[in-house]
């Protein structure tokens, strides 16, 4: 058996000539690096008109999860988590032992007033 030629084998029907570059139109864009703190490069890009305000100064590194700055010698410090407060931590944050003493007092004075106790 003799193998034909068939010069169609493996391309998309109506995918036009092999190599085509007319698929569309390309815009101009721009490249702008950001690297994380371990020194990650990121690339990302952005329509080569639009304004230098509108460019992100900070995004999320794909690579580490870390935030990536546009100056590679300066990349953006990891924010620092805060630990998760209670109630009670809020509430010492807002009042003094006075004014806990104070308030804590009135409050078992009505208490015991409710209750005929005094």
């Known amino acids: 058996m003799a193998t034909g030629g068939n010069a169609i084998r493996g391309t998309r029907v109506g995918a036009g000539p092999m190599g085509e570059q ?27 008109g639009i304004a230098e305000e509108e460019i992100p100064e900070i995004i999320d590194s794909p690579r580490s999860g870390l935030p990536a700055g546009r100056d590679r010698e300066n990349p953006p410090a990891v924010a620092k988590n805060e630990p998760y407060k209670t109630h009670l931590a809020y509430v010492k944050e807002r009042r003094s032992e006075e004014e806990a003493d104070t308030i804590l007092a009135d409050a078992l004075t009505q208490l015991r007033e409710r209750r005929g106790q005094d």
């Open 22 to 48: 007319d698929h569309g139109h390309h815009a101009d864009r721009v490249a702008v690096s950001y690297w994380d703190a371990l020194g990650n490069e990121t690339v990302r890009y952005f329509a080569a």
